[in-house]
Structures are given as structure tokens and as C-alpha cells.
């Protein structure tokens, strides 16, 4: 599915995501992550082989969800909720984690604050479907 450029453009906004991954008793696992986009698909980053990392190599469903910092012609709080298909890949993770940095914390940070990070991990996120309130979703709410 091709992102809406509104989608696209709450993503670069700099707005937190939560990321919810299945765990193997399939109750969900909930983290907060920075995005990006590379593609047209999602990208995160994680320096360890952590929970959520594990989760998607065994079960590759999330769902995703961004507040935006605008309100619908109703007044409700936007926000939006992309159900998709995520992949690891090895590598690249402070590469990918400087960059965001810049959205998320500013210019001239050094993220993640150390020499030699490992390589870790990204995610990467093919949307399938998109909900909530918002212009991404074709309603009017």
C-alpha cells in the first residue's frame, strides 16, 4: 500500500510511535519507537536483539500507532494506526538511530552516546492498512 502523503508526513513530524509486536503466548508487547521512512516503509532502530526484535523475527504482524498534534473537524485528536508486515535486518542501526536523532532530539546530538555501537537491528514495516482520525484515513471525522 502506497503511504498517503499526510501519513508521511506525521512520521517525519517527529511524533513518537508505539510499536506493538505479538509475543508467543500472542498477548501484545508495546514499546515506544522512533520512525522513519525509507522506501515507503516504516523503519526503526533497536542496538540489541531485544524482545520486540525477537518478536517480529517469529511473528512478523505489528501495528503501529502516531498521536498527531492536530485536531479533526469534530475536534477529536488526531492520530493514526498502521496495521502491517515488519522484517529485521541486521546492521545499520546507529546509522539509522543518528538520523532520527536530529528529528527527534535536534540538531548536533550524538545518538546513541557511545563509541562503537554494535550494529544491531532495523525494522522494517510494509503498511497494510491504515485506521484512526486523520486525513491518511479517507474519512471525515
Known amino acids: 500500500m502506497k503511504m ?3 501519513l508521511r508526513a506525521l512520521i517525519e513530524s517527529g511524533a513518537h510511535a508505539h ?11 508495546v514499546t515506544v519507537v522512533w520512525v522513519g521512512i ?3 516503509e516504516i523503519v526503526a532502530a533497536h542496538l540489541p536483539r531485544n524482545k520486540k526484535v525477537r518478536n517480529i523475527q517469529r511473528d512478523s504482524r505489528v501495528a503501529l500507532s502516531l498521536e498527531a498534534a492536530t485536531k479533526s473537524n469534530f475536534g477529536l485528536t488526531e492520530y493514526a494506526v498502521i ?6 535486518t541486521e546492521g545499520g542501526a546507529a546509522e539509522l538511530l543518528q538520523k532520527l536523532a536530529y528529528v527527534y ?37
Open 4 to 6: 498517503p502523503a499526510e
Open 19 to 29: 510499536l506493538v509486536t505479538l509475543n508467543p503466548d500472542g498477548s501484545p508487547q
Open 38 to 40: 525509507e522506501d515507503d
Open 83 to 88: 496495521y502491517g508486515t515488519a522484517r529485521i
Open 105 to 141: 532530539m535536534g540538531p548536533g546530538v550524538k545518538f546513541p552516546p557511545m563509541d562503537n555501537p554494535p550494529p544491531g537491528y532495523i525494522t522494517r514495516i510494509r503498511v497494510d492498512r491504515i485506521e484512526g482520525v486523520g486525513p491518511w484515513t479517507g474519512r471525515n471525522v
